[in-house]
């Protein structure tokens, strides 16, 4: 068995992948004992020849039908063989690689924890001022729902015990969105989600610039009612933007 899979769902993603193939290379991947799993929904750019390059496993939406991220993380969480699960968006990119799986492998050294929950910003080199007010307070708001006994974890990158995640059924892939909140709060009853500093997760603002904050925000806090009030959430369909 693996110590980390690490699981990237794709579906299009060939400009952001680039970050994967150039960080995930065959000393990293020796030195903290990682596979790297890329589940695909059915991309028709160069997203699996670029995952080729990197990846141990790669699953495929064999029937070619539109699925959610919810599926594609599961999917990959199936074929995996690791003790702890990170699942990372294939935009999203590590502050600092090193740290971040050593800190990750100190969640094996806690038994009451299940889960990891991070700080997540936009490119340090598209970033604006409203990005960091916004995620600053985002970031903040996120770790006190966790503190009060909610679960949060940002969906941009979930680091999961491999027994807690299989323990829930993993994610709710009926879900167009709201996946990661819900996920969490199944997870919060099992044991304790941490929220860690010291490294943080990048993600492209390609959603911000075209929907803007006021818009996603709106979306992401009805979704988050209607998973609480009604398990299930608004969105029949959460857009591509690439």
Request: one cysteine or more; glycine letters at 6%.
């Amino acid at each position: 068995m693996k110590r980390f899979s690490v699981i990237i769902p794709t579906l299009n993603e060939e400009k952001t992948l680039l970050w994967a193939e150039k960080t995930f290379t065959n000393e990293i991947k020796q030195i903290y004992d990682i596979e790297v799993i890329v589940s695909d929904g059915g991309s028709i750019d160069n997203t699996i020849e670029i995952a080729k390059k990197f990846a141990d496993k790669i699953v495929l939406n064999e029937p070619r039908e539109k699925q959610t991220i919810a599926r594609g993380r599961n999917l990959g969480a199936l074929n995996s063989n690791g003790e702890i699960l990170v699942f990372l968006n294939a935009d999203a990119r590590i502050s600092d690689i090193d740290i971040f799986f050593k800190l990750c492998n100190n969640l094996l050294k806690m038994p009451e924890a299940v889960a990891l929950s991070f700080e997540v910003d936009v490119y340090p080199e598209e970033e604006t001022f409203k990005d960091k007010i916004f995620h600053w307070f985002l970031n903040k708001f996120f770790a006190l729902l966790n503190v009060i006994g909610l679960g949060m974890g940002r969906g941009e990158c979930h680091v999961i015990k491999r027994e807690a995640f299989f323990n829930v059924n993993g994610y709710n892939d009926k879900l167009v969105a709201g996946e990661d909140f819900e996920l969490y709060m199944r997870l919060h009853r099992l044991g304790k989600i941490i929220n860690v500093y010291g490294v943080k997760i990048y993600e492209s603002p390609r959603r911000y610039r075209k929907y803007g904050y006021v818009r996603t925000l709106a979306l992401w806090f009805f979704n988050s009612i209607s998973i609480i009030l009604f398990k299930k959430s608004i969105s029949n369909e959460w857009n591509m933007v690439r």
